[in-house]
């Protein structure tokens, strides 16, 4: 029996969920596709669109990681390692793409979780995977916590996403249109 076991359940949950999500992010963009879109709010949608994506495939991949039969934990804690680093670099993009867009003037909700959040839970991978070969029990939870936070960021950003494009973005649409 390996440190891995009894996580099976967990990363069954969390990455079926990730990948649900996706798909469901997926099918809202296209019901949206239809609505016009200037060039300044498609850079938008790279800062804030495009990281839910992301950090639910990174959900995706860190369970799909963690459940495979390895005899140990090296490379599991390798691979979380290798995903921190990816993740970090992608959320300083991020950043510079939250300050150069200009269809929206984000606030610090946005920051919070677009940066700030995401930016904690791929540096708690990158510790688990450093903590992996001397407390690999703990080093687990830290995991699955990050696993956890990329889960509800995600699904915070793609809700707040949608009610904009709804309620904002439609409304606006609505009220442009000539009156008959």
Request: net charge neutral; with cysteine.
């Amino acid at each position: 029996m390996t440190v891995l076991s009894g996580w099976e359940n967990f990363y069954v949950i969390v990455g079926s969920s990730a990948g649900a999500l996706i798909g469901l992010q997926f099918v809202v963009l296209t019901l949206i596709a239809g609505m016009p879109m200037t060039r300044g709010e498609a850079l938008a949608g790279d800062a804030f669109s495009t990281p839910s994506v992301v950090h639910f495939g990174a959900v995706l991949l860190l369970s799909a990681v963690v459940s495979a039969p390895w005899d140990g934990i090296t490379a599991v804690a390798v691979l979380c390692g290798l995903m921190s680093l990816g993740g970090v670099v992608y959320v300083v993009l991020v950043a510079r793409r939250l300050r150069r867009q200009i269809a929206y003037r984000a606030v610090f909700e946005d920051r919070l979780f677009h940066v700030l959040l995401p930016f904690t839970a791929y540096v708690m991978l990158g510790a688990s995977a450093c903590a992996a070969w001397s407390h690999p029990r703990p080093a687990l939870f830290l995991a699955g916590a990050a696993a956890l936070l990329l889960l509800f960021v995600g699904i915070h950003n793609a809700w707040d996403i949608v009610t904009y494009l709804v309620f904002v973005k439609s409304r606006e649409q609505r009220d442009d249109e000539p009156q008959r």
